[in-house]
C-alpha cells in the first residue's frame, strides 16, 4: 500500500479515548474497572494498527466512512476480548456428555443440600473449628467424620483435600523409612498424574511389588514380609479391570496375614462407595464398610467420586491409626477447607437418612434407566422439534451408551437415549465448538459423525436452558 494511502488510514483509527467513548465499552467499565479497559482498548487498537499496515487494501472512498467503521469494529473487538476473559473464569456448563463424573468439569454435583450448606452455613464466618456450647476451640471437621465413622462401622474418620492427600498421608505417616507391600496388578494411575509408584516414593516409603500382574497370591504378600515392612497395601484399581486368568487374595486373608505379622492393612479404594450400588447398576465397587469389616485397618476414597460430593480425601480406620495421621505435621498441609466440608456434611447427612438414592445427583444420574431417560427424552425432543427449522437443524432420538467416568467402574456403560443433531451446512465439530461458546457451555460428545446430547447429566431444571441454547445454536450457524 502506498504509504500516502496508509497515513490516511492510520489516521483513521479511533483513538484509545475515543474507543473507551463508546456504548460498548461504555457497558463493560463497571465489569472490567477503568484501568483493565483502558488496557483492552489499547490492545485492540494495536492490533487493528499492525492490520493496517500489513493489508493491501486500495484508497478510501471516504475518510468519515473509514472512521466510523473501524470504531465498531474496535468496539465489537473490545466487547470479545473482555468475553473472552471471561471465558476462562471458572463457570457452570451443562454436561450433556453422559459423563457422570466427568473429571474436567468438576466430577460430581453437589446436591441441593450441600449447595445450601455451602452458601448458608460456610460461606460466612461459621464454626470451622469453634464449639458454641463451650465457646472453646473445636475440631475441624468434627460432623463429617462423625458421620463417615458411623456410615463406615469405623472407629474413627479424617478428612483431607483429596484421595491422592489421603494416600500420602497414610504411606508417610506408617510407612515413611519402612517397606509397603503391594501387587503388581494394583499399581494403578488416575488421570495421569496420581500414579501409585509416585505416591509411594514421595511420601518415603519403599514399594516391595509382589506377584503378577494378572495373578497375586497370599502366599507372595507372606514372603516379601521382614523386620522393615510396615504396611501391606490394596490399592482398587478404580479405572481398569484385569479379566481372565486372574486371583487375588481376598481382604480378609490379607488382614489375617497383615495382623499375625503385626502390620497393618491399609486399602486405597479411590472411587469407595458408601452403600451397595450394584442396585444403581454398578457392581464390583467396593462398598467402604465392607473393606472395614474384613479387616482393613486404615481404608481412603475420595468425595467426589461415587460418594457425590465435594473434592475431598476421606480416611477411616482404627481409632489410634487415625490419631496417628491427625497429628502429623503432613495433615495441617493436606487439611480440607469449610466448604468442601459443609458440602460433605449435608450429603453424608442424606446418606444417613437412607435418602442419598433420591438426594445425591450422582447416584439419581447413575440409576436412571434408559426408559426413564427416553420419556425425558421424548418429551424435550417435542419442544426441540417446536422451535428448528428441520431444513437447517435436525435431530434424530439414538440408542447409546452413557459412562461411569472419575475413573470409576469403567466396564459399566448404563444404556441411554441420545439425541443426535445433524445440520446441512456445519460439521458436528462445528456444532461441538458452537455449544461450548454459548453462556453457559454445553458440553456435548461426538459419535459417528454426530453431535450427541445424553439428558442423563443435565438436570431437569437446565433443560429450559438447553432447549434455548439449541434454538439459539440455529440462529448464529445459519447466519
Ligand atoms: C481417584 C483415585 C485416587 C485419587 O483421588 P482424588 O480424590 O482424585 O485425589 C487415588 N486412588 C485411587 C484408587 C483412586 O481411584
Known sequence: MPDSILTKRLRALPSIDTLLRTREAATLRDEVGAERLTAFARAVTDELREELRSSPETDLTSDDGEREALLAEAARRLML??????????????????????????????????????????????????DTETGARGRRGARAEALLAELTGAEEALVVNNCAAAALLVLTALAR???????RGELVEIGGD???PDVMAQS????????TTNRTRLSDYEHAINERTRLLMRVHPSNYRIV???STPALEELARVAHEHGLLLYEDAGSGALIDLAPHGLSGEPVV????????????FSGDKLLGSAQAGLVVGRREVIERLRRHPLYRALRADKLALAALEATLEAYRRGEAAREVPTLAMLSATRADIEERVRSFAERLRSRLDPNTLNFLIIDGASAVGGGSAPTTHPPTALIALTHTTFSADALEQRL????PPVVARILDDRLVLDLRTVAESEEDELLETLSLLQKITSC
Open 81 to 130: 476480548a473482555v468475553e473472552r476473559e471471561r471465558a476462562k473464569g471458572l463457570r457452570r456448563v451443562i454436561n450433556a456428555t453422559g459423563v457422570v463424573l466427568h473429571t474436567n468439569l468438576g466430577r460430581a454435583p453437589l446436591s441441593e443440600a450441600a449447595r445450601r450448606a455451602v452458601a448458608r452455613e460456610a460461606a460466612g464466618y461459621c464454626t470451622l473449628e469453634y
Open 177 to 183: 523409612a519402612g517397606e509397603t507391600v503391594v501387587s
Open 194 to 196: 496420581f500414579r501409585v
Open 204 to 211: 518415603g516409603t519403599t514399594m516391595i511389588e509382589v506377584g
Open 244 to 246: 481372565g486368568f486372574t
Open 289 to 300: 464398610r465392607d473393606s472395614i469389616a474384613q479387616g482393613a485397618d486404615v481404608v481412603t
Open 436 to 439: 461450548r461458546q454459548q453462556t
